[in-house]
């Protein structure tokens, strides 16, 4: 089979190389011959490097590379039964690359968008066949991260969603099934990990050392700030502004003025050096205040607020419960899927730590979700919910 990829920066590049590592031959398409150099020349090393890891013999070094045509011509995709679009985040002109593509592919090609944030109907609305559109939404880096958010349109066909996830599993990633919404699940799910955190901060509960202490004192990898710092803040930021915009000012979603002031002074995290944390060659790293009973205060909220997310996802009918739980697990790198989690806490303990936020701060930010209340009301489980 042949797949087509348009746009050969970091996540089309990677698409490419996890379609050429399961034999399938790949047409990766970019207006700029220069990135098509450059994403030829990174996956040399790649390969390189797995040849000497002794994950990949040299034969198959040589065949994956082969498998690849790098091309400036978008009308080479006209073989492909797939193409999956990894380009700027910009509906006008994702708008006219799909218009482009519908002429030059044969009817039955499946046309993907790797969109993180924008609307999947919107994208399929320009088609004289929007049937044939879906969104594949791959985590960076796409070769190592397993999890594929695969999000039909209200116009999708049963026969493209059932195409798309077969190819997904068949290239051995974990292929969640969601809702078009704002965010799909692990951008829509994960706003409290930031948002709360950041709140915390802004009340002078602790600061942002001793908040990441608490988090990954319960088996999160990196800390909420840390984390932001490593994302960048100016797309963290971007993204929690457009997820609170899209939900119509659900003040579930409300952005912070730190992080938004973070952002303005050019503080984007590691990659300009200055972030949360300071990342000069000299910099004090700050300590954490480790006082276990504060810990757990903060680690308490943040995931009780999260769970109530996940929750959410499963009332809205955005995912199911099992499908949450994979797509934060694999992600996000969860240490737990939320909605286990959730069942391990007790999910009494957590609505009673929503219930005195809510009567704390009198904010909907904190209203327990209806599903939550219903299952600790019933005695049951989220997993063996029905309809």
């Given at each position: 089979m042949?797949?087509?990829v348009?746009?050969a ?7 490419a ?20 150099t ?20 040299a034969?198959?070094?040589?065949n ?8 400036t ?10 193409v999956i ?22 009817s ?22 929007p049937?044939r ?8 880096p ?13 116009q999708t066909?049963i ?5 798309s ?6 290239w051995?990633?974990?292929g969640?099934?969601?809702?078009d919404?704002p ?7 994960a706003r ?7 709140r ?27 984390l ?6 100016d797309?963290?930021?971007t ?36 972030g ?34 996940a ?11 099992v499908?949450v ?10 240490p ?11 999910y ?7 219930n005195?936020?809510?009567e704390e ?10 599903l ?14 029905i309809g």
């Open positions: 042949v797949v087509g348009l746009g920066g970091t996540m089309g590049a990677g698409i190389q996890v379609a050429a590592q399961h034999a399938c031959e790949v047409v990766l398409v970019d207006l700029n011959q220069d990135m098509l450059k994403a030829e020349s990174n996956l040399d090393k790649v390969l390189a490097r797995l040849v000497e890891k002794n994950t990949i013999s034969d198959e070094k040589i994956i590379q082969g498998r690849i045509t790098y091309s011509d978008s009308s080479d995709f006209k073989a492909c039964k797939i679009e990894a380009i700027v985040e910009k509906i006008d002109v994702k708008h006219a690359v799909f218009k482009n593509l519908e002429a030059v592919v044969s039955d090609c499946v046309l993907a968008s790797n969109t993180s944030s924008l609307s999947i109907a919107s994208i399929g609305s320009v088609l004289s066949n049937g559109v879906i969104g594949i939404h791959f985590f960076n796409a070769p190592l991260m397993p999890l594929v958010e695969i999000i039909p349109a209200v066909s026969e493209t969603l059932d195409f996830k077969k190819i997904i599993d068949s051995g990633k974990f969640v099934v969601c809702k919404t965010g799909f699940i692990v951008n829509r799910v409290p990990f930031y948002g709360e955190a950041l915390i901060f802004e009340e002078g509960m602790a600061d942002f050392a001793t908040i990441d202490w608490a988090m990954t004192s319960v088996g999160f990898k990196m800390g909420p700030f840390t932001m710092d490593y994302i960048g803040n797309v963290n930021y993204v929690t502004e457009s997820v609170f915009e899209a939900f119509y000012f659900d003040p579930r979603f409300k952005p912070s003025f730190t992080q938004k002031r973070h952002k303005e002074a050019g503080y984007f995290g590691r990659k300009t050096g200055r949360f944390y300071d990342y000069s060659e000299n910099a004090i790293v700050p300590s954490a205040t480790q006082d276990e009973v504060l810990g757990k205060k903060i680690s308490d909220r943040i995931l009780a607020m999260l769970i109530n997310e929750f959410d996802a499963v009332f809205m009918q955005v995912a199911s419960a499908d739980d994979i797509a934060m697990t694999k992600g996000v790198n969860y737990k899927g939320l909605l286990k989690w959730a069942e391990e806490i007790g009494s303990t957590v609505l009673n730590t929503l005195q936020l809510f701060y009198g904010e909907d930010r904190y209203r327990p979700n209806p939550l209340k219903r299952m600790v009301k019933e005695q049951k489980s989220v997993f063996n919910k």
